[in-house]
């Protein structure tokens, strides 16, 4: 994977995150940093989570530094899988609830009253 490609999966798992810790309004939310290096670049991250959502972010990060494959396959249709069994069960309700979250914003942008 390119480190562009993983910066953007960084970005993705970010945006994720935050929606899922934020609307399910976890308590103690606060600025959590992340220095990551992949393919010889150095990348700096602040993240507003909570530090349950903060721990399955970094193993997240982890699996992905990781990740076997050139082309990052999804990691749902993944044929050699890396996440613990509890932990996927986790980011998979995660990603669910973010993503619900993202297309109903969408959604409200389209019926926004221009001024």
Request: aromatic share 12%; proline share 3%.
């Amino acid at each position: 994977m390119t480190a562009e490609k993983f910066s953007g999966e960084i970005a993705t798992l970010q945006k994720f995150f935050e929606i899922y810790c934020k609307g399910k309004k976890h308590n103690n939310i606060k600025c959590q940093k992340k220095s990551v290096e992949y393919q010889n670049n150095q990348y700096n991250y602040e993240f507003q989570l909570c530090d349950e959502c903060f721990k399955l972010l970094e193993y997240s990060i982890l699996k992905l530094e990781n990740c076997p494959h050139d082309i990052k396959p999804r990691c749902r249709t993944c044929p050699t899988p890396c996440y613990e069994q509890n932990e996927w069960k986790k980011l998979a309700k995660l990603m669910k609830y973010s993503g619900i979250q993202l297309g109903l914003n969408k959604i409200k942008n389209l019926f926004k009253i221009k001024k």
